[in-house]
Each structure stands twice: as C-alpha cells, then as structure tokens.
C-alpha cells in the first residue's frame, strides 16, 4: 500500500471520529491553515490566528440580548447612540454571536472590520464589551456625519461613509439597501416592545 493511501485511509477513520467528539462535545471549533497549509483545530481560541469554524450550543438572541443590555446601555450613553439602535445594529450583523465572522472578514457582535476595530481602538474584536462600545462608537461618527439621519449612517456601517456621501443617500447596492431595511425594522420592533 502507497504512503497516500495508508494517510487516506488514516484520515478516513479519523474525521468521523473528530466529527462525533465535536458533536457530543457542545463546544465551538476553530480552525486556521498556517504558512504550510497544514489545518489546525481546537475547541480553545489561544491563538488569534484561529477563526470559528463550527458553532456548538450557544445562548439565543433573546438571551444574548439580555446578557449584554448594560453593556450596550453604557455604550448608548457613552456615546450618545440609542440602544435600540446599536441592538437592531448587533441583531443585523451576527443575531448576537459574538464569535461571528463574515466572509469579508468582519468581526464579532457588530461585525467590525479590523481597519475599524484599529481605528476605534477595540484590542480583542471577539469581546462583547470591546466590540459592542467601538461599534458604537463608530456609530456615533456616522451619526454625526450624516446629520443624524439613522438610514445614512447604517448605510455608511455597511457600504462605506465615502460612498454614501457620493451618492448623498443610501446607495444603489442590493446588499447595502436590504442591509438598511433590515436594521431599520429592528430599530423598530425594539423600539415597540421597550427592550
């Protein structure tokens, strides 16, 4: 038998073993493939190079949103931002995940970037508390920018501030406009109910 093969059949044995421990085990998995292509796995985020891989268990949104309310209430008013807009911002961008990454590469509860966690100053993206007060600390300089108009300034945490000043509205990009309409009807149902 082929050294390939011996490792393929290894391999074969092994993951749907890996696979079960993951199951029963209810805890998340990180991965990262390192300069020599090599993948590595582990259930603890040691390393910041590791990015959440499977998603075990967890709290629901519901829950989320009550474990973070005093951050999210000291972030308002640090900020000048309302609550209810920073939940509706955080339920668009990761229904309160705080371990969510996007495609893109955003990270955390609000989605930062890592150019806009830098600039606001937000050391570990994947802490609640760090990524809740600089996303709404970035918020707030939309806020500020687009005259307090709440539709420009989720555009702009979506599509750009640039952007959205080119076009003085909420620019023709399909992601952007159903990105806007979906915070905007958090905003409202938070706003309805009081939480």
């Known amino acids: 038998m082929s050294l390939s093969r011996l490792i393929l059949s290894v391999t074969i044995i092994v993951v749907p073993a890996l696979l079960f421990s993951f199951r029963y085990a209810q805890a998340d998995i990180y991965r990262f493939k390192d300069e020599n292509g090599v993948w590595h796995f582990t259930n603890v985020r040691s390393d910041p190079r590791y990015r959440l891989y499977i998603r075990e268990g967890g709290l629901k949104a ?11 209430r000291k972030a308002a008013e640090q900020f000048g931002v309302e609550a209810h807009l920073i939940k509706a911002v955080i339920m668009a961008e990761s229904a309160f995940d705080p ?32 990524n809740i007060l600089g996303g709404t600390q970035y918020l707030s300089v939309l806020l ?7 539709r420009l300034a989720i555009a702009a945490y979506n599509a750009g501030a640039k952007i959205v000043a080119n076009h003085n ?13 979906k915070v905007m009807k958090y905003y409202m149902e938070f706003r309805k109910r009081g939480n």
Do not use: H, W
Not at 112 to 124: C, I, K, Q, Y
Not at 144 to 150: E, L, V, Y
Not at 169 to 181: A, G
């Open 62 to 72: 519901k829950q989320y949103i009550m474990s973070y309310d005093a951050i999210i």
């Open 99 to 130: 371990n969510a990454i996007s495609r893109s590469g955003a990270q955390g509860l609000m989605q930062l970037m890592p150019t806009t966690a830098d600039d606001m100053r937000v050391r570990d993206p994947f802490d609640p508390k760090e």
């Open 144 to 150: 500020k920018r687009f005259k307090q108009d709440k």
């Open 169 to 181: 509205s909420v620019p023709p990009i399909p992601q952007t406009k159903r990105f806007v309409n």
